[in-house]
């Protein structure tokens, strides 16, 4: 409990400080996305999206116990909100502080995967579909084109991303320390990304 205390005061102080911007995302003409291919490509080309995808599946690894149906709620949702987010995006809607939630679902999922933060199933889904919604927002903000084979091409993406970080975050368990390890770098990559 005190550790997710610690991650909620954190994330509040952070969106209250309007931490800087990872621009990974800019809107520059030029950078939009759009089609099957670039769906595809996406989520891999930035380290913010590559890292909170895989933090989703090494948390929800060890967070499940070996309860499948555990293990894939928090990563249905994510990518259920991050379409929602890129429907939004891809309409128009605002959405504020939209780098600053990515870089920010960065830091806590690491922690989260640092400390192995033990939430409910709802809250957790709940966490992860917040941060998806940034997530989502900013890839559907950058779309053109073929919006739908896009979208298909970075739900299957970061799909595939939580696959791997289920697997990975699997083999963490059994490793002395890995967890927290691995759990500091990504929350430092991140606090990197809010500072940057």
Excluded: C
């Amino acid at each position: 409990m005190k550790h997710a205390h610690i991650i909620t005061m954190t994330a509040l102080a952070a969106l209250a400080a309007g931490g800087a911007p990872a621009l990974a995302h800019t809107g520059i003409p030029g950078h939009e996305h759009g089609g099957l291919a670039a769906g595809l490509v996406h989520p891999l080309g930035g380290l913010d999206h590559l890292l909170a995808m895989l933090s989703v599946g090494f948390w929800s690894a060890l967070v499940a116990k070996g309860d499948t149906t555990r293990a894939w709620l928090a990563p249905a949702a994510f990518v259920a909100a991050m379409l929602a987010g890129a429907t939004a995006g891809y309409v128009g809607m605002s959405l504020p502080l939209v780098e600053t939630g990515i870089a920010l679902s960065v830091v806590t999922l690491g922690l989260m995967v640092m400390w192995r933060i033990e939430l409910s199933v709802l809250a957790g889904a709940g966490l992860v579909a917040l941060f998806a919604l940034f997530h989502g927002h900013a890839h559907g903000a950058e779309a053109v084109g073929n919006i739908v084979a896009y979208m298909a091409g970075f739900a299957i993406v970061t799909a595939a991303l939580h696959v791997a970080g289920i697997v990975l975050g699997r083999a963490l368990v059994r490793m002395r320390h890995a967890t927290s390890v691995t759990g500091g770098l990504i929350a430092a990559a991140g606090a990197f990304l809010l500072m940057s």
